[in-house]
């Protein structure tokens, strides 16, 4: 192979590389948005509830306790756990914590969380920024999973709730298929 043929297939090769990266930073500035389009359809990071969640204006004077409750009605073939200990939270505080879904049957079980408050006026001021109650949980026979919630006190409920609760009732789905 002559050195000509050589250096003729290098230019080649160095043009398609730099072309490629080119391409590649390119992208990169087209990801920002990509992303911006793609939430404003699917509505993810939008909202008041999602800036709730980058705030930093928590009021530490005001502590309330937050009770969670988790049951499922007799005959289902589930188990919902919630964590054991109440939760000290602050309006404004993004709070995380975990529940626990098992499916006791040997079959396919599709279910769905039920929120409710305790007292009821508190559904206008706890803002779940992320719940396992937003969807159908599709669970093998047998699976136990872990589901997230996220959530936010309202800077703007009452002073005079030291003390909440949230009960989340898992549901098995009339939509389920039986086996």
């Given at each position: 192979m002559s050195a000509a043929i050589v250096a003729q297939a290098n230019r080649v090769l160095l043009r398609r590389l730099s072309l490629i990266a080119l391409g590649m930073f390119g992208f990169g500035f087209a990801l920002v948005p990509l992303y911006d389009v793609l939430c404003d359809i699917t509505g993810l990071n939008r909202g008041e509830i999602q800036a709730?969640?980058?705030?930093?204006?928590?009021?530490?004077s005001r502590p309330v306790q937050v009770a969670l409750v988790a049951?499922?009605?007799?005959?289902?073939?589930?188990?919902?756990?919630a964590p054991s200990k109440p939760l000290t939270a602050h309006p404004g505080e993004l709070v995380q914590t975990e529940?626990?879904?098992?499916?006791?049957s040997?079959?396919?079980?599709?279910?769905?969380?039920?929120?409710?408050?305790?007292?009821?006026?508190?559904?206008k001021y706890f803002k779940k920024i992320e719940c396992f109650?937003?969807?159908?949980?599709?669970?093998?026979?047998?699976?136990?999973?872990?589901?997230?919630?996220?959530?936010v006190l309202d800077k703007?409920?009452?002073a005079d709730l030291p003390v909440i609760a949230i009960s989340y009732t898992m549901y098995e789905s009339p939509k389920a298929p039986r086996q």
């Amino acid at each position: 192979m002559s050195a000509a043929i050589v250096a003729q297939a290098n230019r080649v090769l160095l043009r398609r590389l730099s072309l490629i990266a080119l391409g590649m930073f390119g992208f990169g500035f087209a990801l920002v948005p990509l992303y911006d389009v793609l939430c404003d359809i699917t509505g993810l990071n939008r909202g008041e509830i999602q800036a709730l969640a980058k705030n930093t204006q928590v009021d530490y004077s005001r502590p309330v306790q937050v009770a969670l409750v988790a049951s499922v009605p007799q005959g289902a073939p589930l188990s919902l756990t919630a964590p054991s200990k109440p939760l000290t939270a602050h309006p404004g505080e993004l709070v995380q914590t975990e529940y626990v879904l098992e499916n006791l049957s040997d079959r396919s079980v599709v279910a769905q969380a039920i929120p409710s408050y305790s007292p009821p006026l508190m559904a206008k001021y706890f803002k779940k920024i992320e719940c396992f109650c937003f969807r159908e949980q599709r669970l093998a026979p047998r699976e136990r999973r872990t589901m997230p919630l996220m959530f936010v006190l309202d800077k703007e409920m009452p002073a005079d709730l030291p003390v909440i609760a949230i009960s989340y009732t898992m549901y098995e789905s009339p939509k389920a298929p039986r086996q």
